[in-house]
């Protein structure tokens, strides 16, 4: 009996063996010229998955613009005349009584009203604050979505419910779950790109876990770039090493994963192989990225850019050069927009520093041609509340019951307002978008049925907008 076993177990050790070198030496497997750099062929990013897209997409990337922090929908796109009448005068317990509020609870309410003037602008009448002056330019451009709710009141677990549609940590990002479905357009570059910038009040603290790829294949997860010095560390080749040098050990690695590949069956073996490829091909590719010498001054002066120094602004122009050179989704964060007190100089802040950057990236791609197949998000992870927060001067309390944000690009209606809040900027109430809404939206412009589109993980099939009831939000489509 013990040789019978022995031997079944020798026979199925060397089959696995065997059909594991196979597998991974299909991976692997290129031509000569594929294996030259030069060449410009590689496995380092992945195709997309079979089947995908559904039906014809009408963008090919995202672009994610982050307003970390929660920005006020009530200082921005949600002008509330009743607010004004009431400012100062105690908030009606038919609003809050029984709601979640993050740090007033068993504050005396009172509401404040709008800290500066609205307008309405282009020939679509979008009523603008004037804390945006360069967004009033984009007014025939944007739909603004003036009717989103989340579930989480906290920064960290609403940026994770925005990020990857649950409060779960360890979720696959949407950015993650896009390049996994469609693939990367680059072999240079990868297929998700995360660019953070800081300035405001209380910049709170954004974890590499938002742009992680959960339970997916983590050569889908984000990478981020630096926005001063070089965008990747150590990018550059040491002193005295060649080209052909890095090519043979990439090689000789690869034939070390490929026996230990073969002993264990590890997919992530094939991760760690794609990423050394890849950062071999981003000694060439991220330097000319980088390098802002070809841009014209012109085009410096209208984003504000000053390249290296880490701006919203450069980051802005750094993410249409990522969407020149075929990055699928490009997410960046601004750090400051928690504005428990002193809102009125932290929106001059905030605005400043991101206003004219984003009419210059959307301006910028709509020039090139690039903003018909584009879709650009800006907003926070929530609102904040009608009610006043002093700290520091006039604030407002973080808010999930209804917010702003607005959509712009290919498939999108532009210079349209979709859905309300009621007469205090309170809650959604008419044609309410709730966030898993949103990833449905974007999934359907990416050419994605999001019903149909998951991951098998612990016996469930997985997907970016989970069980609850998720929808395409057809009133911002064109």
């Known amino acids: 009996m013990t040789d ?11 089959c696995g063996l065997g059909i594991g070198g196979a597998a991974f030496a299909s991976l692997l497997a290129r031509d000569a010229s594929a294996r030259n750099v030069a060449a410009g062929a590689s496995s380092a990013n992945p195709p997309g998955r079979e089947g995908l897209p559904h039906h014809p997409p009408r963008i090919k990337r995202v672009i994610f613009l982050c307003m970390a922090g929660g920005p006020s929908h009530l200082e921005t796109f949600d002008y509330k005349p009743e607010l004004e009448r009431l400012d100062g005068q105690p908030m009606p317990t038919s609003y809050t009584e029984g709601q979640p509020i993050a740090q007033l609870q068993g504050a005396k309410l009172k509401v404040q009203g709008p800290l500066t003037k609205f307008a309405q602008y282009g020939d679509s009448g979008q009523t603008i604050s004037d804390y945006l002056p360069w967004h009033q330019k984009l007014a025939d451009d944007i739909c603004v979505v003036r009717s989103m709710v989340t579930e989480q009141i906290n920064h960290d677990p609403a940026h994770t419910f925005m990020n990857t549609g649950t409060a779960i940590s360890g979720r696959p990002s949407m950015g993650s779950w896009v390049t996994y479905g469609l693939g990367a357009e680059s072999d240079n570059l990868p297929g998700f790109v995360v660019l953070t910038s800081v300035g405001g009040r209380n910049p709170q603290p954004i974890a590499s876990r938002q742009w992680a790829s959960g339970f997916l294949p983590s050569r889908y997860q984000g990478v981020e770039f630096s926005g001063s010095g070089q965008p990747v560390n150590y990018v550059q080749p040491p002193a005295g090493i060649s080209s052909g040098q890095q090519r043979r050990l990439i090689e000789t690695v690869a034939q070390l994963n490929q026996h230990r590949q073969a002993a264990t069956g590890d997919p992530e073996i094939a991760t760690r192989l794609a990423t050394y490829e890849m950062a071999f091909r981003m000694q060439s590719s991220v330097p000319e990225l980088a390098d802002f010498s070809d841009e014209p001054q012109h085009v410096l002066d209208m984003y504000g850019a000053t390249p290296g120094d880490g701006s919203y602004a450069s980051n802005c122009l750094l993410a249409r050069r990522l969407a020149q050179r075929g990055v699928r989704f490009i997410q960046l964060y601004h750090r400051g927009w928690d504005h428990h007190g002193g809102l009125q100089k932290y929106m001059d802040i905030c605005c400043g520093l991101t206003d004219k950057p984003t009419w210059a990236l959307l301006t910028d791609l709509k020039q090139r041609g690039m903003l018909d ?8 992870e929530f609102g904040r509340t009608p009610m006043f927060q002093g700290k520091g001067g006039a604030g407002r309390d973080h808010h999930i019951k209804g917010f702003s944000m607005w959509l712009a690009g290919g498939g999108i209606k532009p210079g349209h307002s979709h859905g309300a809040t009621d007469e205090l900027g309170y809650s959604a109430v008419e044609d309410v978008v709730h966030v ?4 449905a939206t974007m999934l359907h412009l990416l050419g994605i049925d999001h019903r149909r589109f998951s991951f098998p993980f612990q016996g469930l099939d997985m997907k970016l907008t989970g069980v609850e009831p998720a929808k395409v939000v057809r009133g911002v489509l064109a």
């Open 4 to 14: 019978l076993l022995n031997n079944r177990r020798t026979f199925l050790s060397r």
């Open 373 to 380: 197949d584009t879709l650009i998000v800006w907003g926070g």
């Open 436 to 439: 898993r809404d949103l990833h």
